[in-house]
């Protein structure tokens, strides 16, 4: 059973670091590259926004405009996990945070669609 599972959220002051952590289970990293996306408050109507992908075979990261710099992709092989270190965060990085399996990276910052969600991480960035 594919199963995807997403910790590390919480409150933090504009400028402090979070690093969020997807926990797959049911596959391997090796297979299925990983991303990441979230959802900001009041705009559910737009879904969820890309972040960053990594790709599966060789672990290639991607990021959006808004977050590069800033935010860096990571992941562990052996614990079938991939990480999301945010630096300098601002108040507009608010949101629900999500992983998600993708086949490749280019699946998964081209807008394709996953099978394979987890369940989400809140993060706050508020004084």
């Known amino acids: 059973q594919v199963q995807l599972v997403e910790s590390g959220g919480g409150l933090v002051q504009p400028g402090g670091s979070l690093r969020l952590s997807c926990a797959a289970s049911?596959?391997?990293?090796?297979?299925?590259?990983i991303g990441w996306f979230r959802q900001a408050p009041g705009k559910e109507r737009e879904g969820v926004s890309w972040?960053?992908?990594?790709?599966?075979?060789?672990?290639?990261?991607y990021y959006a405009d808004s977050v590069k710099g800033r935010f860096t992709i990571s992941k562990d092989n052996a614990k079938n996990t991939v990480y999301l270190q945010m630096n300098s965060l601002k108040a507009e990085d608010t949101a629900v945070y999500y992983c998600?399996?993708?086949?490749?990276?280019?699946?998964?910052?081209?807008?394709?669609?996953?099978?394979?969600w987890g369940q989400g991480t809140q993060v706050t960035v508020s004084s």
């Open positions: 998600a399996a993708y086949p490749s990276a280019y699946v998964c910052y081209s807008g394709g669609q996953s099978d394979y």
């Open positions: 972040v960053s992908c990594i790709g599966n075979s060789d672990g290639s990261p």
């Open positions: 049911g596959f391997t990293l090796d297979y299925y590259a």
